[in-house]
């Protein structure tokens, strides 16, 4: 083929041309072989940018291009569809990454980033020279939806996906769905309790026909790709039959046996047999293995005797579900650092230092202590609390770097709602910053400070001793610049928030990247914030990274909205740059199917042949560098490409 | 007299970066970490003594204003017990940096104390001398 | 057992007793502590430059003689000891090159090969011993004798260096349970005693010492327990000068848990014990009895 290229250099404002000379880049590259036009322009993919492109295409009758511009991830698509809008096929375009690889990091030398961007454009000039005229494959969609995760983001989401018509199972780890939200006693900064505004959205969705909810249920395995993904729904032991039990709780009055509550966070009990609190939806009990009496030593059987629906089911085995959905939203939320592990507050040893979450039960008129606050240790009123703000929070030396964002917001709610249970007690928080970014945020700090008296004190506590009964805390006051020392009846701590226990396996089963911490990394955190990278699986609320409640269900709905325009298609376009057998050369040795992470390939043991699953590679090569007999290539990435494309990056200028 | 009367004032002037640099170069630290959460301070046994609270120190040093601190008595309470460092959320160790600002002042020949004219020698622990002398004299 | 170790200057002068009993507390346990030959100043207090080239030829001069001598393991007793000739060494593990030019200074040394590991005798006794051991050879007990543990500084930070815990160390309460006392929590018992200001402003090491005794007598500790010979200094020095000043003040002896191991075991003191004390332990002692 006769090549008549083009080469677009993009300045990104001062972003590439504050160090790359691009006019001189420009005119170098139009002395390169099959260059037609090379040009600038300030911002490549604004409308009279992508008028340029398109405008060049057809005057100078262009059958490549090299757009020079930030990375592929943001503006790829971008140019491909001026590309074919000027009547070239898309994939005749490259994009030559000269900011992110470029520009950014050799801000500093302009000689040395003009150089590199020469050398990054060539070597993609060489890359469009080889590369074929294809077209996108098409994929059958399966309108159903997998959410994972039953918290306010989950059930948000799945509301909104059946409410346009759509299936939606709905798999939550625990026996009922409301997640965290729900274990709250009030929220910021209207101070609407979760029982008024989430227990009504939690029955909505055990009502609707168009969710299937499976609590005490995980993921078990998943293949399959967007618009057809096959899963694997484990349903753990909850030794009740839930078709059988209507729910009436008489089991649950009758066990003998008593254990801390996780709902309250260990500050109250439940019974062996228990539904994790009054609304839980679906409101059917589990039996907890660990502190049953008839599994421990083989005794008692007294819930089965009263259960008029003979639904406790003691030989209940794990039970598996499998359904095939088109999209996947992961909703699994967040936890709080363990306090057990910082040692200057006490290892979670001293019973009156408690976290957020502990604090919230005891604010929480459903709460061990019917939301008046009493000490873990004695049942005493507290009259001095101290909450302690950025616990392993923003101390990238001992917990996590980045802020938790709810911290500031939740401790002034706590300790509003503390003033008001407690009048006549004194509420001091010790803050590094105070950050109320929110809408009435501001307002409702202020309230905090000048409506309840709550004292804020500029500083961080260093240590926490007991002391006859209270606790004494080693703290500054930086502001006036004293060392202080306080004693209080109760010290609440606000721990870093973290990704829930088992996210990281779950994101290893999604195939989706996470980041060191174990949050979900999202497309594209200002364009693609609703979605993984790898297609079909969506993100919605605290998975993310630390969320309040609003911030939350806008994600969720966002996810939704997503979810619902991917299934208002019939069928789905996907990249053609995907792996190819030659199956002349291939010999059936299998090892592509070992190197690949998608489980795109099959070997074909009759014709020992291998086949690739053309919905499910995602193109990464991993199956050609791994073939002894060079049988598979990588569509537009051949190894003819990448060796000169290495050649010509090498070459002196 | 007016003119004098306006020392509450402080007008930050250009940031001493000879001495910034210095200071970093020679502790090693990165002091423009600090983001002044007060951990040091709040635990630090001795800030008592101090005239300016360990955080203080790290504010002076980022706003470039070195001279206070250098001629502070805050840097020589400082005996390097390492719990501001050892909690410190930045990773910042602060004992590096007090020592660092002890050594500027030790290289401009200033001598803490004269140990001869304090003390009986006999009455205390070598390791109390052989320290006093390097940490406080030139 | 033989193991090479470091006295350090303040063993062979003011802190006689704690060397002794070491010694003796030692042999007890099947230990036998053998004195490095050619010892020199272990570099106190560990310079915290990255420039002081000078500061370092101390410690690394004693390291290289350790290695040279074969010793995979240096003892050392006096915290103050083990923190500067730890870090000592960490940093010119860390290093090579910072090592090569402190060796520099000193032509007549082999360059250091990092082979050497500098451990506290007490981390010593419960990893190679134990102190099930400690218990199984006492034979006088303290009988209810309450013991406050005070760690100080250079035994838990920083925390790389810390023999236990850094917020909440155990080790010297399980060493002196396992030797029949009671041992006391207490806040101050990870803080400083001021250390070597002792010299250039008493006052503030009398003013940590008082805070370290309140705290200490609050919990109700009649005896303090350290490892460290400036801090028995301090907190023995400057409790006479806080009796003198300060009405009502009750002074708490302090002893080298060497010293009071090597009792519970053979029912006499070191030779040289308590001679350096100002604040007598004898009444605290006194009610301690022949194990039945």
């Known amino acids: 083929m006769n090549n008549r290229l083009g080469v677009f250099i993009c300045h990104c404002g001062h972003n590439i041309a504050g160090s790359v000379d691009v006019k001189r880049v420009a005119e170098i590259i139009s002395r390169e072989r099959d260059v037609f036009v090379a040009t600038e322009y300030i911002y490549m993919c604004s409308s009279p940018g992508q008028d340029l492109l398109e405008k060049s295409i057809k005057e100078h009758n262009l059958t490549g291009v090299v757009v020079a511009a930030c990375s592929p991830t943001l503006h790829e698509t971008t140019f491909r569809n001026a590309a074919s809008r000027a009547g070239i096929n898309p994939y005749r375009l490259e994009i030559a990454n000269i900011r992110e690889q470029c520009s950014w990091p050799h801000y500093a030398n302009p000689e040395e980033a003009t150089r590199k961007a020469i050398i990054i454009i060539r070597a993609m000039l060489e890359k469009v020279r080889r590369n074929s005229i294809l077209y996108p494959l098409k994929i059958k969609i399966t309108p159903k939806v997998l959410i994972l995760g039953g918290g306010v983001s989950g059930i948000q989401a799945a509301l909104d996906i059946a409410d346009a018509g759509y299936e939606v199972y709905l798999v939550e780890k625990e026996s009922s769905i409301g997640g965290r939200m729900v274990e709250l006693s009030e929220t910021f900064p209207t101070l609407d309790c979760p029982q008024c505004i989430l227990t009504p959205k939690m029955t909505e969705l055990a009502q609707n026909p168009k969710i299937h909810l499976m609590a005490y249920s995980e993921l078990e395995s998943i293949s399959g790709y967007v618009g057809a993904f096959n899963v694997k729904i484990k349903h753990k032991q909850t030794y009740v039959n839930w078709d059988l039990c209507n729910g009436c709780g008489s089991c649950i009055i009758k066990c003998p046996a008593k254990a801390p509550s996780e709902f309250d966070h260990m500050l109250g009990k439940r019974k062996a047999i228990f539904v994790p609190f009054p609304q839980a939806v679906p409101n059917k009990p589990r039996i907890d293995r660990d502190n049953c009496l008839y599994f421990k030593k083989g005794i008692c059987r007294i819930c089965e005797k009263v259960c008029d629906k003979n639904a406790i089911e003691f030989d209940q085995q794990e039970r598996y579900t499998e359904v095939e959905v088109g999209a996947i939203l992961v909703a699994t939320g967040f936890k709080l650092y363990d306090i057990s592990q910082i040692g200057e507050y006490g290892y979670g040893k001293f019973k009156d230092v408690v976290d957020a979450f502990q604090f919230e039960r005891l604010l929480s008129a459903s709460g061990p202590t019917g939301g008046i606050p009493k000490r873990p240790s004695d049942g005493k009123i507290p009259r001095r609390v101290a909450f302690i703000q950025c616990v392993r929070s923003r101390d990238p030396e001992k917990g996590v770097a980045y802020c938790s964002r709810i911290c500031c917001m939740y401790t002034s709610k706590q300790a509003l709602i503390y003033k008001q249970q407690v009048p006549d007690g004194e509420a001091f928080v010790f803050y590094i910053d105070i950050r109320t970014n929110g809408k009435g945020y501001e307002e409702f700090y202020t309230r905090c400070r000048d409506e309840a008296g709550v004292v804020y004190i500029r500083g961080k506590i260093a240590r926490i001793i007991e002391d006859d009964g209270k606790l004494e805390l080693y703290g500054v006051d930086t502001l006036t610049g004293r060392q202080l020392r306080m004693k209080v009846d109760l010290v609440v701590l606000a721990p870093a928030m973290m990704p829930s226990d088992g996210a990281k396996e779950l994101a290893s089963k999604l195939r989706i990247p996470i980041d060191e911490y174990g949050w979900v990394k999202e497309a594209h955190l200002k364009l693609r914030p609703f979605e993984s990278v790898n297609s079909g699986i969506y993100i919605a609320g605290a998975c993310q990274y630390p969320k309040d409640i609003t911030d939350t269900v806008a994600q969720a709905s966002g996810a939704a909205a997503k979810i619902i325009g991917l299934f208002s298609r019939a069928e789905l376009m996907k990249d053609p740059l995907i792996a190819r057998i030659d199956e002349e050369v291939c010999v059936g040795c299998g090892y592509c199917v070992e190197a690949c992470p998608y489980d795109a390939i099959n070997l074909d043991d009759k014709r020992r042949l291998a086949a690739v699953n053309p919905a499910l590679c995602e193109g990464c090569g991993g199956c050609a560098s791994a073939c002894p007999s060079k049988a598979i290539m990588l569509t537009n990435t051949t190894p003819e490409q990448i060796l000169n494309m290495v050649f010509h990056s090498t070459e002196r200028i | 007299m007016l003119l004098n009367g306006g020392g509450m004032i402080f007008y930050l002037k250009e940031r001493d970066r000879e001495k910034r640099e210095k200071i970093k170069e020679i502790s090693g630290e990165r002091i423009d970490r600090c983001y002044q959460c007060g951990c040091c301070s709040a635990g630090c046994p001795t800030a008592s003594e101090m005239e300016f609270l360990p955080n203080t120190v790290m504010m002076y040093l980022q706003e470039g204003d070195i001279e206070p601190v250098l001629n502070s008595r805050a840097i020589w309470i400082c005996v390097g017990c390492y719990e501001c460092a050892s909690r410190c959320p930045q990773g910042i160790d602060i004992a590096r940096i007090m020592e660092a600002l002890r050594t500027i002042k030790l290289r401009q020949n200033y001598d803490r104390l004269r140990i001869e004219e304090k003390v009986k020698l006999e009455d205390y622990p070598t390791i109390a001398l052989v320290a006093t002398m390097r940490k406080f004299t030139a | ?292």
């Open chain 3, 1 to 292: 057992m033989k193991l090479l170790y470091y006295p350090g200057c303040t063993l062979k002068t003011k802190a006689k007793a704690l060397e002794e009993s070491a010694i003796e507390f030692a042999r007890e346990l099947g230990i036998e502590l053998i004195e490095m030959k050619e010892w020199n100043c272990c570099g106190t207090s560990f310079n915290l430059t990255t420039d002081n080239f000078m500061h370092q030829l101390g410690p690394l001069r004693n390291l290289i003689r350790a290695e040279k001598l074969g010793a995979g393991i240096l003892t050392t007793i006096c915290s103050i000891c083990y923190s500067t000739l730890w870090r000592a060494n960490d940093k010119y593990k860390a290093d090579p090159s910072f090592t090569h030019r402190v060796n520099f200074f000193m032509d007549e040394e082999p360059d250091y090969k990092g082979t050497v590991e500098v451990v506290h005798f007490l981390r010593l006794i419960k990893d190679k011993v134990g102190f099930d051991r400690v218990n199984e050879l006492v034979r006088f007990r303290l009988d209810g004798l309450k013991v406050a543990c005070f760690y100080g500084c250079q035994l838990l930070r920083p925390r790389e260096l810390a023999i236990d815990d850094i917020e909440h160390p155990t080790i010297l309460e399980d060493f002196v349970a396992s030797i029949g006392g009671v041992p006391v929590d207490f806040a101050e018992k990870i803080e400083c005693c001021g250390n070597y200001e002792t010299i250039a402003e008493p006052q503030v090491v009398a003013n940590r010492v008082y805070s370290i005794i309140s705290s200490a007598r609050k919990s109700g500790a009649e005896l303090i327990l350290t490892s460290c010979p400036l801090c028995h200094f301090n907190i023995d020095k400057s409790q006479v000068l806080l009796r003198e000043t300060i009405a009502g003040f009750k002074p708490i002896p302090i002893m080298y848990f060497t010293e009071l191991a090597l009792y519970c075991i053979k029912g006499e003191y070191a030779e040289s014990s308590f001679a350096q004390n100002l604040i007598d332990p004898h009444p605290s002692l006194s009610r301690m009895r022949t194990k039945e």
